[in-house]
């Protein structure tokens, strides 16, 4: 509505002046509106969080959001003249991070910023409003990994970091095997050993090709010798 009476206006004055109507600047057509939506993040509510409504989608501060989602950190890199994600850390405050929600704004701009995840670009849509980077909650989400979404019952907009895929499969849990005693080999049968090996064999087996010296079974368990798996004495 605002942008209708501001075009209608301006036309008013071209004609009044006898001038080509002239083109808005685009910054004018930007319209925020502080949020009226409530915020959850991972089921609860959560109190004081800046958000501004554009475009029926919602702009949040980035520290705001670290602070909430506490996974990732935030930081101004000089060099590049931007600001810097550092992941899987716990976020640092900075006494930035918003402490009322804002009624209204004075300046509003896209924002110019660049924000990086380590050397990668992210491409987060971002207003400057009174000096202070918004960035679409989507697109924070998206770089970020936490889910967005909107219970439109409650006019409430949820964030989750958990999962909400399907809980993988249990896994079984072993039952407790009994493990069978080793089957006592009780007739004091006679295994092979050879040269090298610490295995003691069955007479057939294939690894009795280059030598081959018959000892007792008990023989060879004593003296650390183990059953092949090939032949299973
Ligand atoms: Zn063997």
Redesign the pocket.
């Known amino acids: 509505m605002r942008k209708i009476k501001l075009i209608t206006i301006s036309l008013i004055f071209s004609v009044m002046l006898g001038i080509a109507p002239v083109t808005i600047a685009a910054n004018s057509d930007i319209i925020a509106t502080p949020t009226t939506h409530l915020l959850s993040f991972d089921g609860s509510l959560v109190d004081v969080v800046a958000a501004f409504t554009i475009n029926n989608e919602n702009y949040f501060k980035l520290r705001d959001i670290a602070l909430l989602v506490n996974s990732f950190d935030v930081t101004y890199d000089s060099e590049k003249s931007a600001i810097s994600i550092i992941s899987d850390v716990p976020y640092t405050p900075n006494g930035t991070e918003s402490t009322a929600k804002p009624s209204g704004y004075t300046t509003i701009a896209p924002s110019t910023d660049k924000v990086y995840i380590g050397e990668t670009a992210l491409d987060l849509t971002a207003y400057k409003i009174d000096g202070a980077n918004y960035f679409r909650l989507k697109d924070l989400g998206a770089a970020l990994g936490f889910s967005v979404g909107f219970d439109a019952d409650t006019k409430t907009v949820l964030i989750t970091t958990v999962s909400t895929a399907p809980p993988p499969a249990p896994v079984p849990v072993a039952a407790p095997t009994i493990t069978p005693e080793p089957t006592p080999n009780t007739s004091e049968s006679d295994v ?1 050993i050879t040269d090298t090996g610490s ?4 007479s057939s ?4 090709d280059e030598s081959k010296y018959e000892v007792s079974l008990s023989w060879a368990i004593s003296n650390g010798y183990e ?7």
Do not use: D
Request: proline residues 12%; aromatic residues 18%; positive net charge.
């Open positions: 092979y295995k003691y064999h069955r087996c294939r690894y009795l059953p092949c798996k090939v032949c299973k004495p």
